[in-house]
């Protein structure tokens, strides 16, 4: 099995932000699926969605994840918020759910001087309501399918990450 720290949860929650801050701390490196999945078609995630469809992004998912499996150690790994339903997520290594409640995760992204560039590039952060019905279908699979759960809302980046680095 892979000694990787694999970071899961919805998207925004800071899966991506607290992967930097890990690596910052612990000397290891950071890889984040959907930047992988990027270069492996050199297209934007909303690209791949748009002209290919969500069924072929979830397969180039899988492929990372095999890719992961077999060829990565030691590594921080951020993803994307729909990349635990791969199916070996468990052999890549120790999960943690980065856990917050969906209107603190939506007020964060839409407070961001950036938002609509940030909500541009998810393609299931176009409808709302559908997002927010998304993560309540998601939330008891995050929590299933991780090893331990981390809270982040109202935390800093600093203190998340403090907190997965003392678990390892
Ligand atoms: N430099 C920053 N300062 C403050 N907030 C940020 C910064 N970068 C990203 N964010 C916000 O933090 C949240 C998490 O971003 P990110 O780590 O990219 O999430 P994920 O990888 O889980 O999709 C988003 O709401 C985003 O708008
Ligand atoms: O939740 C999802 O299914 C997705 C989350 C996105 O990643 P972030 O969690 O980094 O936004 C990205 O992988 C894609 O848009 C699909």
């Known amino acids: ?3 990787n720290i694999i970071l899961i949860g919805f998207m925004g929650v800071g899966k991506g932000r607290t992967a930097r801050e890990l690596a910052r701390r612990t000397g290891f490196v950071t890889v984040d699926t959907d930047d992988l999945i990027e270069t492996m ?3 934007k995630i909303r690209r791949i969605f748009a002209e290919e469809g969500e069924a072929r992004f979830r397969e180039l998912e899988k492929q990372v994840a095999r890719w992961l499996e077999h060829h990565v150690q030691q590594t921080i790994v951020s ?3 729909g990349f635990f339903m791969v199916g070996n997520l468990q ?3 120790r999960v943690f759910y980065l856990h917050s409640s969906v209107e603190g995760i939506l007020d964060a992204i839409s407070m961001h001087p950036k938002a609509k560039k940030k909500i541009k590039k998810r393609p ?3 409808d709302l309501d559908r997002a927010r019905e998304l993560y309540c279908q998601r939330l008891p ?3 299933r ?4 759960e981390i809270n982040v809302e109202g935390r ?3 203190e998340v990450a403090a907190e997965i680095a003392s678990c390892l």
Request: charged letters at 30%; a positive charge; hydrophobic letters at 40%.
């Open 1 to 3: 099995m892979a000694d």
């Open 41 to 43: 078609v050199k297209k």
């Open 79 to 81: 993803t994307g918020g």
């Open 91 to 93: 052999r890549l290594g």
């Open 124 to 126: 299931l952060l176009q």
């Open 141 to 143: 699979l995050y929590r």
């Open 145 to 148: 399918a991780a090893d331990r």
């Open 156 to 158: 800093t980046i600093d």
